[in-house]
Structure formats: structure tokens, C-alpha cells
């Protein structure tokens, strides 16, 4: 995998934790779990986690985030997990919800 595509998911984690923690939420485990993955080589693996965690936890996800991420996945072996997002958790660009 690029080294440029484990950097832009790194960032989209660390907003994405930043985001839970204006929340109060709890420190979220899939997160680093997300991170690991990526340090593995499983960069596909991590967008399914990835995903399924912002789900789950309903995190908002800025648009280009996400569009970052379908990129990636689409590189990698298609969007599938991808598309499962639930497009309300989808913000603005400007918004740090």
C-alpha cells in the first residue's frame, strides 16, 4: 500500500478520535485497533473496521474523509464496506460536530 494512503487514514483516526472525545466519549478501542491494522498491512481490513466503528458509535465523518477513504478502498478491492456508512453521519467539511 502507498505510505500516502496509511498517512490519510491515520488522519481521518486521529479526527475521528478527536471528534469522539468532544463527544465524551470513551476512549474507543477500534480506533487503535483501525491503527494496527494499517501498521500490519491490512489497510482493507482497517476500513471495514473503520467504518463499521463510526457506525456503531454514530461519529460524524466529514465529507472528504469519507470520499478519501472510498478512494483508498476503491485502489484496494472495491468500496464495499465503504458504502455500508449510514450517510447521516456524513458532515460538512467546515463542521467539527
Known amino acids: 500500500m502507498d505510505p500516502s494512503h496509511d498517512a490519510d487514514i491515520h488522519r481521518i483516526v ?6 469522539a472525545a468532544a463527544r465524551g466519549l470513551p476512549h474507543l478501542n477500534f480506533l487503535g485497533s483501525v491503527r494496527e491494522l494499517v501498521g500490519t498491512g491490512e489497510p482493507d481490513t482497517a476500513i471495514d473496521w473503520l ?3 463510526v457506525n456503531a458509535f454514530r461519529l460524524p465523518m466529514r465529507h472528504a474523509e469519507y470520499a478519501r477513504l472510498l478512494a483508498i478502498a476503491e485502489l ?13 453521519l456524513l458532515i460538512e467539511d467546515t463542521d467539527d460536530a
Open 14 to 19: 486521529d479526527s475521528l478520535t478527536r471528534r
Open 51 to 53: 467504518i463499521n466503528g
Open 76 to 88: 484496494l478491492d472495491g468500496p464495499d464496506s465503504v458504502t455500508d456508512i449510514d450517510p447521516d
